[in-house]
């Protein structure tokens, strides 16, 4: 069972910083894709940012120039630096990952539980 556990969220004042991480374990033979999405109250969930396997990167317009994922893939790792954090960045955040678990099987998404983040005055 591939399991997908979050930390660091929490709140924080605009303007501050909070920093997410998440880590896969269990059955894993590679993971593409590893990110983060979140969903605000009364929204859809969207995407955050997301890097490839080969380092590839990709940012939803509205964290652009603030959020920056970075990978550890040795440790099966995705962190989420989110600096001038603003009242709109409250969410849950959910981390994801696309994980091939044997050699033969196309890979599966996972989802972490979700974590808050607050932000407010």
């Known amino acids: 069972q591939v399991r997908l556990a979050e930390s660091g969220g929490g709140l924080a004042h605009p303007g501050g910083s909070l920093r997410l991480s998440c880590e896969a374990s269990?059955?894993?033979?590679?993971?593409?894709?590893m990110g983060w999405y979140r969903q605000a109250q009364g929204k859809q969930r969207e995407l955050v940012a997301v890097?490839?396997?080969?380092?590839?990167?990709t940012y939803a317009d509205a964290v652009k120039g603030r959020f920056t994922i970075s990978r550890d893939t040795s440790k099966n790792a995705v962190l989420l630096q989110m600096d001038n954090l603003k009242p709109e960045d409250t969410a849950v955040y959910y981390c994801?990952?696309?994980?091939?678990?044997?050699?033969?099987?196309?890979?599966?998404?996972?989802w972490g539980q979700g974590t808050q983040v607050t932000v407010s005055s």
């Open positions: 890097v490839t396997s080969n380092g590839s990167l």
């Open positions: 994801y990952a696309d994980v091939v678990t044997d050699y033969y099987t196309p890979p599966f998404e996972h």
């Open positions: 269990g059955v894993i033979f590679g993971i593409y894709d």
